[in-house]
Structures are given as C-alpha cells and as structure tokens.
C-alpha cells in the first residue's frame, strides 16, 4: 500500500515567503535552507507528494504494523552498536 501525504497550499506558500519559518523547518530537517526551498519550488509546480517533509507515511507504516510514534522515535540519539 502506497501511502503519500502532500503539504497544503497555505503552508507551502507560508514556507515560499516567510524564510525565517523557512529556515526553522530547514533546521528541523537537518538541510539547507535552499534544499527546502527547491523543494517548495517543485511541490508547488508538479504537485508532488514530498517525504523530506512529511515522514508521516513512514509512521503510519509502523503504525499500521502495530508500533505506537513513541515506541518508533525517540529524541535520544540511539547507542551505536558494532
């Protein structure tokens, strides 16, 4: 099952004008302030859906297999293990 959100209409034109919300978003993600831009660009011309930013499909996935948000994310960063 396919699962793809997309970002509404206002949100993507808030985050076209409005770089300080831009740049929160970009360092939400961990990108560039111009990757989320670009990405704004193309949602708004094609319609895409976009997973940089909306991760949802992935949580619905581990939802829809029984998983709750708080058992998949943490804000700890994991023990790396070798």
């Known amino acids: ?12 034109l808030k985050l ?5 919300f831009r740049v929160g978003l970009a360092l939400a993600l961990g990108v ?3 990757a989320v831009y670009d990405t704004i ?3 708004m011309e ?5 997973s940089s930013f909306t991760k949802k499909a992935a949580l619905k996935y581990f ?3 029984g998983y709750t948000e708080e058992e998949v994310l943490t804000e700890e960063i994991p023990a790396i293990r070798s």
């Open 16 to 20: 076209k004008q409005d770089i300080p």
């Open 63 to 65: 939802e829809n297999h």
């Open 41 to 43: 660009k193309k949602c």
């Open 32 to 34: 560039t302030e111009r």
């Open 1 to 12: 099952m396919l699962l793809s959100f997309y970002i509404k209409q206002e949100i993507l």
């Open 46 to 50: 094609n319609g895409l859906a976009n």
